[in-house]
């Protein structure tokens, strides 16, 4: 289903992108005015502004409804773990009875000559 929505979605991008390159500008109306006139177009001389102003909007439409659709897709996946997380290797086996021992806290001893060379500063 996420396959086609992106399939969707890539087309609806891309047939925007390509209805916006084809639509003129607003200067384009004084070029038309010095013999470059819409009598020989495809969609007649208001067809076309019509037509394409019309299908962008279609496009952008699904471009955006599309998103959103992604988007709720991938907030509703399932949370992986990562790489590291993933491999038992790098996780160190604990026995059960672990939890239960208790390990006394033993103060690092001081350097040989009775310095304080062992102790790590603050």
Request: charged letters at 10%; a neutral charge.
């Amino acid at each position: 289903m996420e396959t086609l929505v992106w399939v969707v979605h890539i087309i609806a991008a891309l047939g925007t992108i390509g209805l916006v390159l084809m639509q003129h500008g607003k200067g384009a109306d004084m070029g038309a005015a010095f013999g470059s006139g819409a009598s020989g177009s495809l969609f007649g001389s208001s067809g076309s502004a019509n037509f394409l102003s019309r299908a962008t909007a279609v496009f952008a439409t699904i471009f955006f409804l599309t998103s959103l659709t992604l988007t709720y897709f991938s907030s509703h996946r399932n949370k992986t773990t990562g790489l590291m997380e993933s491999h038992s290797v790098m996780q160190p086996a604990v026995p059960a009875d672990a939890a239960k021992q208790v390990v006394p806290v033993v103060p690092a001893p001081a350097g040989v000559d009775g310095s304080k060379s062992g102790e790590i500063p603050k």
